[in-house]
């Protein structure tokens, strides 16, 4: 069937179909369970253990099996026994947990044990950007529906577009007279056997499956009928489709199975909320490794008498044009933004295929943001107006965004204009229009005796557009405009600044040079009422501590030291003669 031309294939399908619907015998479903759950048939399936030769020995057999386990238990992330041991065949772990139908390892990878890559592109691929797919409606489940079904599949594929060059478009499943071809990726629902000798099994175990890029059955996707499919759901009840939908779709353009278990292309279905569901970086990385990051689309051409007053959405800024939206470090990566566009600068030279559109890498994430900082746990914040989002990586949590009122006691409700979590002292800094606030992530509020004025870092401006502290954490950069003013973090602001941001950071070597400051005296109190570190306030303890006991210690040394002489003859006869007088 693989090699059938593409027109004849949906006959060969729905033949399939009629006759597994009459055939009760042959779905999975209705087979007999022999001897209960079988692990080795398992490994076999997913591509651990290679099929076995009659001419193996039986030690031999079992100098295999303890192979495949380990590798099962390495690609997992289970301690790695080699047996079968309760850890590994569990309930709730990898062998008895749904997934996708698709195997691990292929029979390549069984060579050698050492294979820990995140995501993995096989050598298949299409030789288009523009991807045609049908749906067959002929088993889509009553839960679901024909409309929401298609609805879905769409917003599955829009997912893997968005990062991407590829489109898609959607045609008849069964050819009118004016289509000339088939398209190239078919899906349909399916139960047991349906045509491809990959059965499907019921409710759980394998959920579906879809071949790689290719001629003939290459792209196609299939849905085990039989599972219990839900859509938007708000709990981890049944399977949602538009979950494995996505990760089907990756292995229908190229992608094989991710060892990254918070990957889309992680083989166990992992459920979780589908609202403002975002790729994992790991899945944008390996499409981009097939086809490239998404294109640019072409601007459609103006009238003569159109008259612009600033850039058109689909256009790129130019970096060294300046006057960004905020410019922070994420992951020690300098991020910046502008409108609904964003840059990573690395080596003072922005990497390629930036600027990127934001919503293409954070989906969720508006344009036009205020500020951004990576929080002490790992975690990116972004401010806009009087609302703030978390992120996971690319992944924004649920339940964003939420008001500013809600990230902690004290915070500026309004607007945040520049965010940093300042590592010499361990506090989040948040500063708004001429003001600043210090703030405790552990207790989740401000200091008591803040907000007080920029004045206390030096000269930088009202409202600074970023922050960023340098490689060794001893100075903090304060940007706005396209200038940059340096604070020596010894509580110094340092002389001859501003300078250009974008000549000294982003590679703009032409910019013009900021006008300095002039050169006055100021007050510069970021010291012990505000800038204490942990270091400081421990170091103000101790030592007093030591030099009061180094005192005691002497102390008690000169005495033991007169106590164990002999008293002199004077002071000895002194003392008789006082007792004598007595």
Known sequence: E???????????????????????????????????????????????LPQASG???????????????SRMQRYYRLEVTG???????????????????????????????????????????????????????????????????????????????RVTPLTFKELPA?????????????LLFASGFHGDMSLFDGPGGSLAHAFYPGPGMGGDTHFDADEHWTLDSQSEEGIDLFLVAVHELGHALGLEHSENPSAVMAPLYRWRHTHNFTLHEDDVQ??????????????????ATTVRTGLPDDQPPDICDG?????????????????????????????????????????????????????????FVFFKDDQFWLFRE???????????????NGVPVHKIDTAIWWEPNGYTYFFSGDRYWRFNEQTRSTD???????????????????????????????????????????READKGYPRSILKDFMGCSGAPDPKPDPEEEVNVVVTAADGETKVMTLVMVVVPLVLVLGILVLVYAVLRTLQDKEPPRALVHCKRSLQDWV
């Open 2 to 48: 693989k090699m059938a031309p593409r027109r004849s294939r949906t006959r060969i399908i729905l033949t399939f179909l009629s006759i597994s619907s009459f055939f009760l015998c042959i779905p999975a479903t209705h087979a007999p369970k022999e001897g209960g759950f079988n692990a080795e048939a398992w490994l076999r399936r997913f591509g651990y």
């Open 55 to 69: 001419q193996m020995s039986a030690m031999q057999s079992a100098q295999m099996l303890a192979k495949a386990i």
């Open 83 to 161: 047996e079968l041991d309760a850890a590994t065949v569990a309930p709730h772990r990898a062998m008895h947990q749904p997934r996708c139908g698709l195997p691990d390892l292929l029979p390549s990878d069984l060579d050698g044990d050492a294979r820990r890559k995140r995501y993995v592109t096989t050598a298949q691929r299409w030789d288009k950007d523009h991807i045609t797919y049908s749906i067959l409606t002929q088993q889509i489940p009553s839960s679901l529906g024909e409309r929401r079904t298609l609805d879905t599949i769409r917003k599955a594929l829009d997912m893997w577009q």
């Open 174 to 186: 069964v050819p009118s007279s004016n289509q000339s071809a088939l398209a190239d990726i078919m």
């Open 286 to 303: 390996g499409m981009q490794d097939i086809y490239g990051p998404p294109e640019l689309r072409p601007l459609p051409p103006q009238p």
């Open 323 to 379: 006057d960004f939206d905020t410019v922070t470090l994420l992951r020690g990566e300098m991020f910046v933004f502008k409108g609904r566009w964003f840059w990573r600068v690395r080596s003072n030279r922005v990497l390629d295929n930036y600027p990127m559109p934001i919503s293409v890498f954070w989906v969720g994430l508006p344009s036009d943001i205020d500020a951004a900082y990576e929080r002490h746990d790992g975690k």
């Open 394 to 408: 690319a992944d924004v949590l649920p339940g964003y965004p939420q008001p500013l009122r809600a990230y902690g």
């Open 448 to 490: 008591s005796d803040f907000p007080k004025p920029n004045s206390r870092w030096g000269r930088i401006p009202d409202s600074p557009k970023g922050a960023f502290l340098s490689d060794d954490s001893a100075f903090t950069y304060f940007y706005h405009g396209s200038s940059y003013w340096r604070f020596d973090n010894r």
